[in-house]
Nanobody, 113 residues
Framework: VQLVESGGGLVQPGGSLRLSCAAS????????MRWFRQSPGKERELVAA????????TYLDSVKGRFTMSRDNVKNTVYLQMNSLKFEDTAVYYC???????WGQGTQVIVSS
């Protein structure tokens, strides 16, 4: 079981990024999937999650209306579309499959002018 994130980078405030998390060894459509982030000196926090059946999503309050989590069962990949990025969104973002106790390596997002 493996997760590989990509899509991070440097973006100006107000900009957008789309993070991808490609899974192997299991099917993302059959599992709860989550995105976390961790900033220096802070604990890792749950940003978004998508359910395994209906694909319902939940979000951290501070990203509601700006971030959208989705998945593509054909590509076996989950995404995090991040719009209207703010300085405080700067962090390393991690994909997580809780049933498999598996984390990706993380992808760095830096929001800076």
């Amino acid at each position: 079981v493996q997760l590989v994130e990509s899509g991070g980078g440097l973006v100006q405030p107000g900009g957008s990024l789309r993070l991808s998390c490609a899974a192997s060894g299991f099917t993302v459509g059959g599992d709860v999937m989550r995105w976390f982030r961790q900033s220096p000196g802070k604990e890792r926090e749950l940003v978004a999650a998508i359910g395994s059946v209906r694909g319902s999503t939940t979000y951290l309050d501070s990203v509601k209306g700006r971030f959208t989590m989705s998945r593509d069962n054909v590509k076996n990949t989950v995404y995090l579309q991040m719009n209207s990025l703010k300085f405080e969104d700067t962090a390393v973002y991690y994909c997580n499959a809780p049933r498999w106790e598996t984390w990706g390596q993380g992808t760095q997002v830096i929001v800076s002018s």
